[in-house]
């Protein structure tokens, strides 16, 4: 039987069609919200910082917060997406199809994908109209985006999974991804954190994705980028797995 | 022949509860099954089983040969299922549902497209297939559910209570419907609340009683089998209570002693007729009426009648 064929595309499709059918929520939101950001962080109070890292504050700030909005939309599209389906019940019209396990995970996850890439380009885009740099090394950049971002689709599908209520979804968010994100590095250098605090930070992943993206975009990291690489690779085959584990024995969708 | 659907020892507990207790039974290619039981007795389990929606503990279950668990991409493509409860996705319309349905199941765009269009014609959704689902009325809804399953043409279609709240116009054009898809050759496997619809439609009824099988015949056969016809004698005068001679027999005086009331098994009608004329008891009417398959469902899952099942 062929993996990854129509069933597979079909679903794919579906994804992207849940997210775009909902683009206010889904896509503009984080898009107002980086321009703000950008204009009161990097353009107002930035202005008062000389360099991070050798570069101005505006340049350091864009690829942490295109890294956040990718792990914010990746995470919100996917826990979002099977926790309704969980909740309407019309998961079950997926469970019978002949679709593998890994083909529904994986598709999902691509959904994931292509919402935070939407997102990705709207945030750099309105970036461009504050700073313009050369991006470094694009295929760093790429592998950044799509790793971090199928690491979080994957993150929100396990919280889909054993969440028993919306809140518990917004839960995560709220006390979790988002202290780790901002604690990561999207506004400031680890030169900038007081020693004591360094050592407790190499221990958030999401400083490795920052970094990442940011020696992507700007040549300059707190880690070395191979590094950074190995944790988002490692994190995302072990999520990943879960998830497929996850579906496979039924965990919250079969009776 | 490989049959259609088999499950064999099929064990399924929700915790300490046992739904289902060794189910074994087969339905054969082309059969059009009715599968019977009060509420709660493992119907909805047992279609779960067959459709991989339900974990079960020990047992086989295959369809037309493929495991369901071990061969389930196959299995699942053979099977189409409408469930009892609507389960469409929340952001599509009809014609949408049909068609992201035709593409899980392996139909390219165009395939999808064309025969999503096909079903909406035949189920009468063609004018509000654009508009979201929830905006369909219940029947329409209902109808929307049988398409779905119908997007990739399942040699075998399961059916959990299809009728449940449809208007009687809809319920005999569904049947008129299922029939003509059984007799162009569809398996069929339809649990429903309404036994008379499982007595006009179905060749085969299994019946299910707090998760065993209690029953598995050709539909007549089940009827003859379990019931006998049931006959009302009507008296002139009231009997003050029934005669000694007739206390030996499964009759039942009612009516403030005007009908008595039995079971017509192993010729038990002379023996009561010669005590009535012995007793001098006149019968002014004898009613006889003839089995039903709710006599026999009703025998089999010892509920009384009036009863919801």
């Known amino acids: 039987m062929k993996i990854l064929g129509t069933g597979f595309k079909a679903l794919v499709e579906r994804e992207i069609f849940r997210f775009i059918s909902v683009f206010n929520q889904t896509i503009f939101p984080p898009v107002v919200s980086s321009f703000l950001y950008i204009f009161i962080f990097g353009y107002s109070l930035g202005a008062r910082i000389e360099t991070v890292n050798g570069l101005p504050y505006l340049q350091f700030l864009v690829p942490g917060l295109i890294m956040m909005y990718v792990i914010e939309g990746s995470y919100a599209n996917t826990s ?166 996850l579906f496979k024995s039924g965990y919250k969708l079969r009776k | 022949m490989t049959p259609a659907v088999e499950i064999q020892g099929l064990t399924k507990f929700y915790k300490s509860f046992q739904a289902l207790d060794g189910v074994s039974f087969n339905v054969q290619p082309g059969d059009f099954f009715g599968f019977l039981g009060p509420n709660g007795a493992g119907k909805t389990t047992t279609i779960a089983a067959i459709t991989g929606l339900a974990n079960f503990q020990t047992g086989s279950v295959r369809v037309f040969g493929h495991d369901v668990r071990a061969d389930y991409r196959q299995s699942r493509r053979l099977v189409g299922l409408v469930p009892q ?46 508009g979201n689902y929830k905006k369909l009325s219940g029947g329409m809804k209902r109808r929307l559910l049988i398409a779905r399953a119908l997007m990739h043409k399942p040699k075998v279609l399961i059916l959990d209570e299809p009728t449940a709240g449809v208007d009687l116009e809809l319920r005999h054009h569904l049947w008129d419907f299922l029939r003509r898809l059984n007799k162009d050759g569809t398996t069929i496997f339809l649990t429903t609340h309404y036994i008379e619809e499982a007595e006009k439609l179905c060749s085969r009824i299994g019946v299910i009683h707090q998760g065993r099988i209690v029953a598995m015949d050709a539909t007549g056969d089940l009827i003859q089998r379990m019931t006998g016809d049931q006959v009302e004698l009507y008296f002139k005068m009231p009997a003050a209570g029934l005669p000694d001679a007739l206390k030996a027999l499964p009759v039942f005086l009612e009516e403030n002693g005007t009908r008595l009331r039995f079971e017509e098994r192993h010729q038990i009608v002379s023996s009561v007729l010669r005590i009535l004329h012995e007793e001098k008891m006149d019968v002014e009417k004898i009613n006889v009426r003839r089995p039903t398959l709710e006599d026999a469902f009703l025998k089999l899952t010892g509920k009384k009648s009036g009863i919801a099942i």
């Open chain 1, 80 to 245: 979002s997406s099977l926790f309704i389906s969980r909740w309407a019940n019309n998961i079950e019209e997926l469970l019978v199809t002949p679709l593998s396990y890994f083909e529904m995970v994986l598709a999902i996850l691509i959904g994931g994908l292509a919402r935070s890439l939407v997102t990705a380009c709207g945030v750099y885009l309105v970036s461009l109209c504050f700073v313009q740099f050369e991006i470094a090394h694009p295929w760093t950049v790429l592998f950044f985006m799509i790793f971090v971002s199928l690491t979080f689709s994957a993150a929100g599908m396990i919280m889909a999974l054993f969440a028993e209520e919306f809140e518990h979804l917004t839960l995560a968010t709220t006390f979790v991804i988002t202290p780790l994100v901002f604690l990561g590095g999207v506004f400031h250098s680890l030169e900038m954190v007081p020693p004591a605090l360094r050592g407790i930070t190499v221990f958030n992943p999401m400083f490795y994705m920052v970094n990442g993206l940011r020696y992507g975009m700007l040549g300059v990291s707190d880690v070395s980028v191979l590094q950074s690489m190995t944790v988002v690779l490692a994190l995302f085959l072990g999520l990943f797995s879960f998830t497929v584990l």
């Open chain 2, 85 to 130: 409860e609507f389960n469409f996705d929340p952001f599509l319309s009809a014609e949408q549902i049909l068609f992201f349905e035709g593409g899980y199941f392996g139909l390219s765009r165009a395939e999808a497209r064309s025969r999503a269009d096909e079903l909406l014609k035949t189920f009468d959704l063609w004018d509000k297939r654009k």
